[in-house]
Nanobody, 124 residues
Framework: QVQLVESGGGSVQAGGSLRLSCTAS????????MAWFRQAPGKEREFVATIWWSGGSTDYAASVKGRFTISRDNAKNTLALQMNSLKPEDTAVYYC?????????????????WGQGTQVTVSS
């Protein structure tokens, strides 16, 4: 059974930092694109960051570029998101996901494996 489990969420003040982790079990995803998405109350799930299987290529949403860093450790089957200079608008449930389709990496429908999500709350 494939499982993705996120951790590291919490509450911080604006300007603070958090590091999210995602651990995969049940199979390895070393050859898959992985990503972080987020969903705020009343809003659609949105793309945050993605990383290629080798870790050599990444892409970020404009709203987080320069503040967030995505990384992966294929040996440990883990994905991470370092979030710095957090803003209240970053408040959301954050999900890790594994891409298993060939469409755009920013489209959540292209991801077939999802974690349960971890809450990030940033206060002003």
């Amino acid at each position: 059974q494939v499982q993705l489990v996120e951790s590291g969420g919490g509450s911080v003040q604006a300007g603070g930092s958090l590091r999210l982790s995602c651990t995969a079990s049940g199979r390895t995803f070393s050859r898959h694109v992985m990503a972080w998405f987020r969903q705020a109350p009343g809003k659609e799930r949105e793309f945050v960051a993605t990383i290629w299987w080798s870790g050599g290529s990444t892409d970020y949403a404009a709203s987080v570029k320069g503040r967030f860093t995505i990384s992966r450790d294929n040996a440990k089957n883990t994905l991470a998101l370092q979030m710095n200079s957090l803003k209240p608008e970053d408040t959301a449930v954050y999900y890790c996901a594994v891409k298993d389709a060939v469409g755009p990496w920013t489209n959540p429908s292209q991801y077939g494996y999802w974690g349960q999500g971890t809450q990030v709350t940033v206060s002003s």
